[in-house]
């Protein structure tokens, strides 16, 4: 399958600081989608993008489909302690029509 | 909307026992994917059906493995003969549309002894 890069792998910051993540492919994606995953629960989706060079706010994140197609990234602004959690990339490219999951990144936010 | 629903949440079997997990999608979702999650691999994805069609299979380790959709609101994925390695939490998304984003259920943490 696919693989994809995130980094880094796990982060551990301070409250009100912000944070930033990214996503690499060695394949060209058409769409991006960034999930949350808290401890015992299914990923949630935060944002998608569907164009290259698209940037998407959704409140105090901001994701941005890189310009090579080939990777990602996302910024949380003023970080919260309930933004602990991983978060996670998938791209979708034009063979077949599943979606690639990233290896995640750990997010600990010290209060 | 009721969300992705999952059951059960927890299982704990023996090794050589036959596991049967469910999940129930989103109505109006006409694909739905199996995916486990380890520490070691990540999200793997198991399988994916489109209209009740299974697509793509070629992500299930072994035919100890098995998945039916036998109609759109329901779907099992099936372990017989369970291992230890099998071990994992095993999560069901739907999407309206193949290039849609995914609904994750809350997942079933299956452990087997």
């Known amino acids: 399958g696919q693989q994809l890069n995130q980094s880094p792998q796990s982060m551990f910051i301070q409250e009100g600081e912000d944070v930033s993540m990214n996503c690499t492919s060695s394949?060209?994606?058409?769409?991006w989608l960034w999930y949350k995953q808290d401890p015992g629960e299914g990923p949630v989706l935060l944002i998608a993008l569907y164009k290259a060079g698209e940037l998407t706010s959704n409140g105090r994140l901001t994701a941005q489909f890189g310009i090579t197609r080939k990777d990602s990234f996302l910024n949380i602004s003023a970080s919260i302690p309930s933004d602990v959690g991983i978060y996670f990339c998938a791209g979708q490219g034009n063979t077949g029509n599943q979606f690639y999951f990233g290896t995640g990144t750990s997010l600990t936010v010290i209060p | 909307d009721a969300g992705v629903i999952q059951s059960p949440r927890h299982e704990v079997t023996e090794m050589g026992q036959e596991v049967t997990l469910r999940c129930k999608p989103i109505?109006?979702?006409?694909?739905l994917f199996w995916y486990r999650q380890t520490m070691m691999r990540g999200l793997e994805l198991l399988i994916y059906?489109?209209?009740?069609?299974?697509?793509?299979d070629s992500g299930m380790p072994e035919d100890r493995f098995s998945a039916k959709m036998p109609n759109a609101s329901f779907s099992t994925l099936k372990i017989q003969p369970s291992e230890p390695r099998d071990s994992a939490v095993y999560f069901c998304?739907?999407?309206?549309?193949?290039?849609?984003?995914?609904?994750f259920g809350s997942g079933t943490r299956l452990t087997v002894v």
């Open positions: 059906f489109n209209n009740n069609v299974p697509i793509d």
């Open positions: 394949s060209i994606f058409n769409t």
């Open positions: 998304a739907s999407s309206r549309l193949l290039s849609g984003g995914y609904t």
């Open positions: 109505s109006g979702h006409n694909s």
